[in-house]
């Protein structure tokens, strides 16, 4: 089993969707988590960190299910720009610290 | 800031050549990570630094991957000898820690025919 697993996609919804997809890790020890976004032949870059509490960022809100470890990503009105590759990161600390991202989830979103 | 600078942008090299990869971090940001990224196998940390000093080199693929830290400004990966399989693009981050944003830099494609 991978340490951390996404559904590579492509999700494709209409503009105006809401889309939502998660993250599952495996290390129940994992202690910090990140949405990046990836667009195509970019680097990745900061989408939000997912707090215990849940948190939200305009039409973004990230959750964390510790009891099932999992992370979530949910876009409401989806927009047209929002059409990129979604990156999951999970952190566990140590004396070397560990940090592995997901494969990605492809979201195109259609006019 | 600039953020984080990588050179060159784009490789093109035969197998068995020596291939050097530069990034500049970001001023002020104690680590610095090289990642890979290809289809296959998607984005794989390949080793960190903390304060120039690396602290987990466990991605490297092998004996042909090498890494340096001289100073808090520079770092250099370097592949020697280059293998078609090596093609990929090679991202390096800094941050101020394992648990803060990661900046990325633009990505160096590199293509060993």
């Known amino acids: 089993r991978k340490e951390v697993e996404q559904d590579p996609g492509p999700f494709n919804v209409p503009e105006g969707a809401t889309v939502a997809f998660n993250c599952t890790y495996s290390n129940s020890a994992s202690q910090s988590f990140f949405w990046y976004r990836q667009d195509c032949r970019k680097e990745p870059k900061l989408l939000m960190s997912?707090?215990?509490s849940g948190n939200e960022d305009g039409r973004f809100t990230a959750q964390l299910n510790r009891a099932s470890q999992y992370i979530s990503l949910l876009i409401r009105d989806s927009k047209l720009s929002d059409s990129a590759t979604y990156l999951c990161v999970v952190t566990l600390y140590s004396s070397a610290s560990k940090i592995i991202f997901g494969s990605g989830t492809r979201l195109s979103i259609r006019p | 800031d600039a953020g984080v600078i990588q050179s060159p942008r784009h490789e093109v090299t035969e197998m068995g050549q020596e291939v050097t990869l530069r990034c500049k971090p970001i001023?002020?940001?104690?680590?610095l990570f090289w990642y890979r990224q290809t289809m296959m196998r998607g984005l794989e940390l390949l080793i960190y630094?903390?304060?120039?000093?690396?602290?987990?080199d466990s991605g490297m693929p092998e004996d042909r991957f090498s890494a340096k830290m001289p100073n808090a400004s520079f770092s250099t990966l370097k592949i020697q000898p280059s293998e078609p399989r090596d093609s990929a693009v090679y991202f390096c981050a800094s941050s101020l820690g394992p648990g803060f944003e990661q900046y990325f830099g633009p990505g160096t494609r590199l293509t060993v025919t």
């Open positions: 997912v707090y215990s």
């Open positions: 001023s002020g940001h104690d680590y």
């Open positions: 630094f903390n304060n120039n000093v690396p602290i987990d």
